[in-house]
């Protein structure tokens, strides 16, 4: 286990050095000049109008939930796959069954227009 | 665990980092030589031979670049975001093997794993880092305090969402076949004739798996993250010099990662004849650069109602069917 996971976590620490030390060179070695107009977010050369904290379309939300449903559903089916062979048919249509259910909430959701963009 | 194992980790994981960013920044080159011929131009030509040394005077360059920190920026997120979005590019390659047993020329006492982590549920692990390449994308796009930038990190974040779900399962025909979830297994199992590839066993797969991997890695023709003619450059239009940089090596690592892990799952990893299984894998990665940029030179960008539709209504169903057909192939 701890063989596995070790390498992992060391370049998980070697990675975000690595990012920590090549942001800090360009914070320590690029010029620097007072920012002053160019301080304002980029809006074509015009001074920027408004919030950007403004509500945006609940479809994005939509699409994030129904994102975490499905793929919970997906992570179901791993195992399933790697001992498919030793359940055979009975894994295959328990399999089927849950394929089943998943479209007919699939269905549901696609009736309801919660994927529809226009 | 002996100190052995330490020191052979370490001089691996070195070697990727470097091996890496090096590709990625010839990745650059390459991908602006040959789009550059096949616009019919020549692409960059002045610095070195064949304008070979751009990618080292790019990188100063943006070391040298002023780092501008926008006034309506939320501070700790929009530091965070580049690093967030580069640690999981590099970390998807802690489990892919990149070459049979090797030594190092010698250098290394024992033969020792083409691999960082031969780790046992290394599709999962794959699955896994690659849904948090999302948050970078939407702390930078959420933090910088710009317009375009918050359009850009909320479409690209239900982009890659929406693709995800394809992804996950395109990959679990493969897992069907191999019956395992470790990745070096999936390679051996492929090795021997060029017709155990499972790209024979899974075309449909393979398919779906490549288009999901072009929209996760928010490549045209599903670059709607940065369009440039509507968004500036999306999600990281506030960001400057190296922070920058840190985006654009996560996104060419991404590309680098997806084709390796195609490269391992459908194209038979690093096995090959004559040449050293390193040069294999290196050469299969190359080709799919290759195909990529070939299709950013090839198409025009989705409209997003397209995009999300063909995610959900094509996709989706077409990847079930692949399931249940495999299953149903490799029991019955």
Request: charge should be negative; include cysteine.
């Amino acid at each position: 286990m701890f063989e596995q996971l070790f390498p992992i976590l060391l370049l998980f620490v070697v990675a975000a050095v690595l990012a920590g030390v090549l942001i800090s060179l360009s914070i320590f070695i690029g010029r620097r000049t007072k920012l002053g107009k160019k301080g304002q977010p980029y809006e074509c050369g015009i001074d920027p109008e408004g919030t950007t904290r403004e509500p945006f379309p609940v479809k994005f939300y939509m699409v994030a939930i129904l994102f975490i449903l499905f793929d919970i559903e997906v992570i179901f089916l791993y195992p399933w796959a790697v001992i498919s062979k030793e359940l055979g048919m009975f894994g295959f249509i328990e399999m089927l069954v849950f394929v089943l259910i998943l479209l007919v909430g699939y269905f549901y959701i696609l009736g309801r227009g919660a994927l529809k963009w226009d | 665990m002996s100190l052995e194992f330490f020191i052979v980790t370490f001089v691996k994981i070195a070697l990727l980092i470097f091996v890496l960013l090096t590709a990625c920044a010839y990745s650059t080159y390459m991908e602006r030589k040959i789009l550059a011929y096949l616009q019919n131009r020549v692409g960059p030509s002045y610095a070195g031979p064949f304008g070979l040394l751009q990618p080292l005077a790019d990188g100063l360059k943006l070391i040298f670049k002023e780092d501008i920190v926008p006034d309506r920026v939320e501070r700790i997120t929009f530091a965070l975001a580049p690093v967030v979005s580069f640690i999981p590019a590099m970390l998807i390659f802690a489990v892919i093997p990149f070459s049979s047993e090797f030594d190092l020329f010698g250098l290394l006492p024992s033969p020792t794993e083409g691999v960082i982590s031969d780790l046992s549920v290394g599709v999962l692990f794959i699955f896994a880092v690659t849904s948090l390449g999302v948050y970078g994308l939407v702390l930078a796009g959420w933090s910088s305090g710009s317009k375009y930038s918050l359009l850009g990190g909320i479409r690209s974040s239900a982009q890659m969402i929406s693709y995800e779900v394809g992804y996950a399962l395109s990959i679990v025909g493969v897992v069907l076949v191999a019956n395992t979830l470790s990745l070096t297994e999936i390679v051996s199992l492929q090795s021997g004739s060029l017709f155990n590839w499972y790209i024979f066993k899974q075309p449909l797969g393979f398919m779906i798996y490549i288009v999901c991997a072009i929209a996760e890695t928010n490549r045209a023709p599903f670059d709607l993250a940065e369009a440039e003619s509507e968004l500036v450059a999306g999600y990281h239009t506030e960001y400057s010099s190296m922070r920058f940089s840190m985006f654009f090596i996560s996104e060419y690592a991404n590309m680098l990662a997806v084709s390796a892990v195609a490269v391992t799952l459908f194209f038979g990893g690093w096995a090959g004849p004559f040449l050293p299984p390193i040069f294999w894998f290196l050469i299969k990665i190359l080709a799919f650069m290759f195909v990529y940029i070939w299709l950013r030179a090839t198409f025009p960008r989705f409209r997003y109602d397209q995009l999300m539709d063909f995610g959900w209504k094509v996709l989706f169903p077409l990847a079930l069917f692949n399931i249940m057909l495999t299953a149903a192939l490799e029991i019955l």
